[in-house]
């Protein structure tokens, strides 16, 4: 896809995890390799947002929280400030069976919103979303206020959600939003690729 920075957001403590999820196995690579090969073919640029040297194997960008320990928004915030585009599909380091399709899907209905989210079963997805880099400004004050909590910018910007289950009927697998946080996740995320042999 023309035009469209993916961001991989991979500086959280994979506290439930009990070791960096991002780099666990599965089958001859990691799970966020899974990630960049899924994403890479709809990316014109495509980083990781992290804070230690332990993506750089990787051979991609890796860019640093400019807010430390602030979380998932401080990631955002250094996403739209680097992204070259001003699209940037940005999403978490632990969705690793998540098609190109859903943020290709998003990607091409963002129409003049500057965030255009999946929802599922009513919930906000924060981290399957495209950001526009011009609400930069937005995060970044947030940020500087400690208000960390992703949604909390939505009322500011002009958002779009997009139902799963509005989705096209290929891309409606639930499947695919499996987000693996804990070590059941990973157990489950072992069967799926076991059963698809
Ligand atoms: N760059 C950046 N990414 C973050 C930060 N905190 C969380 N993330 C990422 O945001 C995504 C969603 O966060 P979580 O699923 O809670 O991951 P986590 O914080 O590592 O895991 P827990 O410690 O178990 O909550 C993951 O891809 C994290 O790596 C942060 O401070 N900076
Ligand atoms: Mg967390």
């Known amino acids: 896809m023309q035009n469209l920075t993916v961001a991989i957001l991979a500086g959280g403590k994979s506290s439930r995890m009990g070791r960096n999820k991002a780099l666990l196995p599965l089958e001859s690579k990691t799970i966020i390799e899974h990630l960049i090969t899924n994403f890479q073919p709809i990316a014109s640029e495509l980083f990781i947002v992290a804070n230690t040297s332990e993506y750089d194997f990787l051979g991609l960008p890796v860019y640093n929280d400019r807010y430390p320990a602030q979380g998932p928004l401080a990631g955002i915030e250094t996403?739209?400030?680097?992204a070259t585009n001003e699209k940037v599909f940005i999403t978490a380091c632990d969705l690793p069976l998540l098609p190109?399709?859903?943020?290709?899907?998003?990607?091409v209905n963002t129409g003049d919103f500057d965030v255009t989210v999946l929802a599922f079963k009513g919930k906000i997805e924060p981290l399957i979303g495209i950001y526009r880099k011009s609400i930069y400004p937005v995060v970044d004050q947030h940020l500087a206020?400690?208000?960390?909590?992703?949604?909390?910018?939505?009322?500011q910007v002009k958002v779009k959600v997009i139902n799963f289950e509005d989705l096209p009927a290929n891309l409606q697998k639930e499947e695919y939003l499996l987000n693996v946080n804990t070590p059941a996740d990973y157990e489950k995320l072992l069967k799926i690729f076991i059963s698809k042999e």
Not at 100 to 107: E, S, T, Y
Not at 145 to 155: A, G, R, T
């Open 79 to 82: 996403a739209l400030r680097v």
């Open 100 to 107: 190109a399709g859903i943020p290709g899907h998003l990607a």
């Open 145 to 155: 206020l400690k208000k960390n909590k992703i949604i909390e910018f939505y009322p």
